[in-house]
């Protein structure tokens, strides 16, 4: 089972890790700006999506591999591995199928270059045009559901980051067992620039792992 689960790292471009990260440089806070420069693979995706004998799924893709369970974000709903209500709701379905089955543990990962660019703003922002008020409770029990299956999930989840990591997709790290970051990777909480309190328990665990001051 070790061969073929640091196989599965490698193809994430994770066989060089690092176990912490002190800080991310002054030149990598452009949010927008390296969402653009790192555009979506859609050609490695579907190429992905081929070598699945079992497809279940639209944004992810699930491989049931010798003693763990291997989910990797490859959103078609939405841009940059970005997370809506679609894409939480398949990770907390393949996550209970991982809870519920044989698997020793979870790995989890992305395709392309990018790992998360947390939550999707333009799906939100389309819906809030008619209900603000049902769309924003709506929004906010997606986000709660989504964070609580990671807290609830008994197994280790080993998280495998191969790229920028953003809001959300930074905020749920911590609530995993190993988090395993190759040279790409960098991780940015941009929840002041955008009006955000911050999610996924991350103003309980951050303090906690790099210190009050950080």
Sequence with gaps: ???????????????????????????????????????FDKRLRFSVRQTESAYRYR???????????????????????????????????????????DSKLVLFSAVGSIFCCGLDFIYFIRRLTDDRKKESTKMAEAIRNFVNTFIQFKKPIIVAVNGPAIGLGASILPLCDVVWANEKAWFQTPYTTFGQSPDGCSSLTFPRIMGLAS
């Excluded at 196989?7 to 800080?23: C, F, P, S, Y």
């Excluded at 991310?24 to 949010?31: D, E, G, H, I, L």
């Excluded at 291997?70 to 996550?95: C, D, G, R, Y």
Aim: charged share 25%.
């Design 1 to 39: 089972g070790t061969s073929t689960f640091m196989e599965a790292l490698a193809a994430n471009g994770t066989t060089t890790i690092q176990t912490a990260v002190t800080g991310v440089p002054a030149n990598k806070r452009r949010f927008l700006d390296d969402r653009r420069d790192q555009p």
């Design 59 to 101: 944004d992810i893709v699930v491989r049931k591999q010798d003693g763990f369970t291997h989910i990797l974000l490859s959103t078609k709903s939405s841009e940059n591995n970005s997370l809506n209500p679609e894409v939480m709701k398949e990770v907390q379905s393949a996550l209970n199928t991982a809870a519920a089955d």
